[in-house]
């Protein structure tokens, strides 16, 4: 029997150019911290309106698309917010991510003109965002990725044995995250994050707010550029992957091969694309963002990654799954 045939619409092709909307939609609702009110017993789109002191009309454009993004949840009449809305989007939480999803609307303007920086013939530089990153971008970007990056740090110390390692070195460590959770699990472990100037400011900040000076120094410096530090027993590098080109990655990774002593262990966390090239979404955006400003990335692949490992002289590299659809986290040796 013939299979009937799928008709082809346009919804989703419309749905996808009016994919602004729908960001918009769930930053104005973290910003308005819709979902703190609705986790606190705010159901009712009267009470919504009250406490979240808008118009009626406005509560209720909010919530219908809220609930129609899946965000929020309705049973005889009542809001419930989904699953990881409770999870991830209700202040106070220590799971809390709002800051990461608001920082979206840093370069919000800039992707609508997405097609003229697609066309721009400038000479790529090879720090893109960060050739003029200043103390104030720092501290609104690191209170961002610090906010999702402590569950990330979390699920690498739960995942990596460090158990025989001493000193670690977080290369573009950003607010600490990764070395503060592996100095929570491993008390005996010393940890340095390498990063810019004006974010060793801010990663200094959050170090100390755990009471961890003893154990996590920063050193500002370009990993590009200066030399690593030497002794380190364990490297990461998370969430630097589409920034930088293959010969860049080349280039950084053979300087923590040299840097790294004998034995020690490299994690490449990185926001990586299937070996075809056809996804995630997530990572696959990521590339496309740093046109943007300017750089020299793109995202790359999971094999990719291994060959730029594996050409920087480490052994034993393997590919482990992290954050799937996000990151993976791929591992090499220092013989
Ligand atoms: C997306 S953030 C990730 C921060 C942290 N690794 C995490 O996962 O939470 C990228 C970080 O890499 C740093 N970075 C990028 N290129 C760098 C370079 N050439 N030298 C030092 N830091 C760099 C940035 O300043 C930023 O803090």
Request: net charge negative.
């Amino acid at each position: 029997m013939n299979q009937p045939s799928k008709k082809i619409g346009t919804i989703r092709l419309q749905n996808l150019s009016y994919a602004h909307k729908q960001a918009a939609t769930l930053m104005a609702a973290v910003e308005l911290d819709l979902f703190t009110h609705v986790s606190r017993g705010c159901s009712q789109l009267s009470d919504i309106a009250d406490t979240l002191q808008i118009s009626r009309i406005n509560a209720e454009r909010l919530v219908v698309a809220c609930a129609a993004l899946g965000l929020l949840e309705k049973t005889d009449g009542e809001y419930q917010n989904a699953a990881d809305v409770d999870r991830f989007l209700v202040k106070g939480k220590p799971t809390y991510i709002g800051p990461w999803l608001l920082f979206s609307r840093m370069d919000f303007e800039k992707w609508r003109d997405l097609g003229t920086f697609l066309k721009s013939d400038e000479p790529p530089k090879t720090l893109g965002l960060y050739e003029t990153l200043t103390e104030e971008m720092a501290r609104e970007y690191h209170e961002a990725t610090y906010s999702v990056g402590l569950g990330a740090g979390m699920l690498f110390a739960r995942d990596v044995d460090m158990s025989q390692r001493s000193l670690i070195l977080d290369l573009g460590g950003g607010s600490g995250a990764y070395c503060i959770a592996a100095v929570q699990k491993y008390p005996h472990l010393q940890a340095v994050v390498l990063d810019f100037e004006p974010v060793c400011r801010i990663t200094d900040r959050f170090i100390a707010q755990w009471g961890l000076t003893e154990n996590i120094t920063t050193r500002p410096g370009d990993f590009t550029r200066d030399p690593l530090p030497q002794d380190a027993d364990l490297m990461i590098m998370a969430s630097n992957l589409p920034q930088y080109s293959g010969q860049m990655l080349i280039r950084i990774l053979s300087k923590a091969y040299e840097s790294l002593v004998p034995g020690g262990e490299f994690h490449l966390v990185g926001e990586t694309l299937n070996d075809e090239k056809t996804g995630p979404l997530g990572p696959a955006l990521w590339g496309i963002h740093e046109s943007l400003f300017g750089s020299e990335g793109r995202s790359h692949s999971e094999s990719e990654v291994r060959h730029y490992l594996e050409t920087a002289g480490f052994s034993k590299v393997t590919i482990n799954p992290f954050i799937p659809g996000s990151l993976s986290r791929i591992t090499g040796i220092k013989k």
